[in-house]
């Protein structure tokens, strides 16, 4: 068994225009102030990462790297959830999701989709060149509209947008291979991929591709009512990446999973900085240390009440806290009795 890597941070929330949010040396020394060793990168924060760059130039990435070393931190992963997100947009949301895009591509869904599978490429090429083995992603959404539908679903409408999802991605997880880099998509609301059947169903259509992994984030699962520790246990094989974030659900008479169109603060299911909620954060490390978990535990911070500095801070010392140093011996070695096949026979009576 291997000890989980941490504590580390997803910079995205934190990001911002003053000082230390404002560059990539500043954040790093803020982060390793707190006691964070790593750090997770979101490439659309420009002032972070030029992705083009850092897919063409190993010296940039070099740079990249140093950056973070000389600043008490490494890189850990870095994480295209926007641009993923674009691979697959339904028209519904295209208003929406050219926020995402540079303005050259607002109102021209192909050429979106096409900056997105390009980004996406870059994303390969850089997490090779900064020497890192899994990549963060959403999967983007075609059937989301219709998943709990009025009137019912049309045969096989599920089917043909789960076979588009697969045909779209299937040339980018190639990409990755050639990298040497996992994807890991974050099974969220809001992306086809938001459970773990959606999962399977996508996974079969890839021809369960070695890439096509996991982030686990047992938030979102708090909110769907979903068994989180179960889930570690189906899909362990397949979880690459583990977002520590924290959530709570406190049904009523008026309101549950959907949340009544409620701000974050409102809702029945919301985000809590990690102690604040309800996930068993005991338990799920326990299981990834059983299951030898290799990599980092990231925190992401997105509470409805407290102050992300707060929540940053204390979320260091939560993570460290609950990392546990795996044994390299039995509980009863001491106990051993140092026999042999010929003294394993005889005590069973076969000799």
Not at 1 to 15: D, E, S, V, Y
Not at 222 to 239: F, M, S, T
Not at 262 to 291: C, H, T
Not at 305 to 314: M, S
Request: net charge negative; with cysteine; charged share 25%.
């Amino acid at each position: 068994m291997r000890t989980i890597k941490g504590p580390a941070i997803f910079l995205a929330q934190f990001a911002g225009d003053a000082a230390p949010f404002n560059s990539f040396a500043s954040i790093c020394k803020w982060a390793a102030d707190l006691g964070y060793k790593g750090v997770q990168v979101p490439t659309w924060v420009e002032s972070f990462i030029d992705l083009e760059k850092a897919a063409s130039s190993k010296d940039y990435c070099d740079e990249l790297k140093g950056t973070a070393k000389e600043n008490g931190v490494e890189i850990t992963e870095l994480s295209t959830h926007l641009q993923g997100q674009l691979v697959a947009v339904h028209p519904a949301y295209d208003t929406a999701f050219d926020g995402f895009a540079p303005a050259s591509v607002h109102g021209n869904p192909r050429a979106r989709q096409e900056w997105a599978v390009k980004t996406m490429l870059n994303a390969a090429k850089a997490s090779r060149n900064l020497g890192l083995t899994e990549h963060a992603t959403f999967s983007g959404a075609l059937a989301w509209p219709y998943l709990y539908p009025w009137p019912q679903r049309p045969a096989g409408l599920v089917e043909e947008a789960f076979d588009e999802l697969a045909r779209r991605w299937t040339p980018i997880l190639n990409a990755f291979d050639e990298a040497g880099v996992d994807v890991c998509y974050e099974i969220h609301p809001g992306e086809d991929l938001h459970d773990g059947v959606t999962y399977e169903m996508f996974l079969e259509r890839v021809n369960n591709h070695p890439r096509a992994n996991l982030l686990y984030d047992p938030s979102h699962f708090v909110l769907q009512q979903l068994d989180y520790l179960d889930y570690i246990d189906i899909y362990h094989e397949r979880i690459r990446m583990f977002h520590v974030k924290d959530a709570e659900f406190n049904p009523t008479g008026r309101q549950g999973v959907y949340g009544g169109y409620q701000s974050w603060v409102n809702r029945a299911g919301r985000f809590r900085s990690l102690g604040d909620g309800q996930v068993d954060f005991a338990s799920i490390f326990s299981k990834m240390a059983q299951y030898d978990f290799a990599g980092w535990a990231v925190l992401e911070w997105e509470c409805a009440l407290k102050h992300p500095e707060d929540g940053a801070r204390e979320g260091a010392e939560f993570i460290a806290s609950h990392i546990i140093r795996v044994t390299e011996k039995a509980f009863d070695d001491f106990a051993a009795a140092g026999t042999d096949r010929a003294a394993n026979r005889k005590m069973l009576g076969l000799d």
